[in-house]
C-alpha cells in the first residue's frame, strides 16, 4: 500500500494522459452517481430496475436502482486504485488500456441508467 502514493506521484509527474482519464473516469462515476440519486423515486412501489433487448424493461424495487450508485462508486474510486496497482505492475501501456477500458463500462452505464429513465 505504501508504493501507491509514490506511484501517484510518478504517474502525475510523467504520465499525463494517465492522469486525465484517471480524473475523467472519476468525474463521470461521480456524475453517475448523482444522476442515480437524484432520480430515485422511493414513493413508487415499482420502477423500471432493469433492461433487455429481447425481454423488454424488467421492473422492481426503488431500493434495486442503488445499484447504479455502487457501480459509479466501484469504477471511480476502486478502479483508480486498481490502475496504481497495475501501473506498479504491468506498465503504462496496460494501465491506459484498463482505463480507458474502465471509460467504456462507465459510458455504457450512462446508456442503461438513461435508458431507464426514458430520456433515451
Known amino acids: 500500500m505504501k508504493y501507491l502514493v509514490e506511484d501517484f506521484k510518478r504517474i502525475y509527474k510523467t504520465e499525463h494522459f494517465m492522469l486525465a482519464l484517471m480524473i475523467l473516469n472519476l468525474i463521470a462515476s461521480i456524475i453517475l452517481i448523482v444522476v442515480s440519486i437524484v432520480n430515485l423515486n422511493p414513493e413508487s412501489s415499482t420502477i423500471k430496475?432493469?433492461?433487455g433487448d429481447i425481454g423488454?424493461?424488467?421492473d422492481g424495487a426503488w431500493?434495486?436502482?442503488l445499484a447504479f450508485t455502487v457501480l459509479g462508486i466501484i469504477l471511480g474510486v476502486f478502479h483508480n486504485i486498481v490502475a496504481i496497482n497495475v501501473f506498479h505492475k504491468?506498465?503504462?501501456?496496460?494501465?491506459?488500456?484498463?482505463?480507458l477500458t474502465t471509460s467504456a463500462l462507465i459510458a455504457g452505464a450512462f446508456v442503461v441508467l438513461l435508458r431507464l429513465l426514458g430520456v433515451v
Open 49 to 51: 430496475v432493469g433492461y
Open 56 to 58: 423488454g424493461y424488467r
Open 63 to 65: 431500493s434495486d436502482f
Open 90 to 99: 504491468r506498465g503504462a501501456g496496460i494501465t491506459k488500456f484498463f482505463l
